[in-house]
């Protein structure tokens, strides 16, 4: 099974069509890692990034502030197509954020503005890993001084930054992902209290030294000293 990523962010216009283009690429990019791709189920950046998820065939859950599909669409004006399930948690906004965030494996920050600072604190006091889209407006520009400013425990080493969509997930999925562990060098102990040596190969002037012995081994036998 693949990780969860919420994706959050800006959910009011104006938007920009670049960033629009990136956050359906970060979509596009989830679907191929097999990720399911989480939001708050609102419109914007993060519903560019689950309906295109979602067409690529990838599972999207959208956790939506409503208590059920009259409100989420009528209240909050939030789309119903393009998630596999939505999950109408009654919550309102902010608390319904904690379920987007506390559900996730790890975040991807896509502009945004106060819902999505609240996100990124609560992804950030939880020790998530968090991908933040450079240049996507909003509150992506401050992200860097906010996580200086908050850091404790090191934090901060758990956000990564890149403008590229597909560099971005590839980066944030790195982090996921279990580091190998290093084998251990066997021991002496382990060995019978014999070091294992490097296979020995011949430098050239080890090489060359050979044949001049062998030369001289050759004349000591003949006699002769040519």
Sequence with gaps: MGFKIAVIGQSLPPFDEAVLDSAREIGIELAKKGCTVLSGGCR??????????????????????????AEHEGEYDFPSHGFSKIEYTGLGI???NNLVVNNADAVILVGGKIG????????????KPI?????SGGISGTIPKLAELCDFNSQKENIIYAKRPKQLVAKLLALLRPKPEKPE???EEWLGGIREEEPWEATEDEVAGEDEQGDTTRRNET???E
Excluded: Q
């Design 131 to 135: 991908g933040v889209l450079k240049d």
């Design 44 to 69: 914007g950046y993060p519903y560019e990034s689950s309906l295109a998820a979602f067409n690529c065939g990838a599972n999207v859950i959208a956790y939506s502030p409503a208590a059920d599909s």
């Design 223 to 225: 006699g002769n000293d």
């Design 94 to 96: 902010p608390k319904r």
């Design 185 to 187: 060098a066997a021991s």
């Design 116 to 127: 999505t600072l609240n996100e990124f604190t609560l992804a950030f006091r939880a020790r």
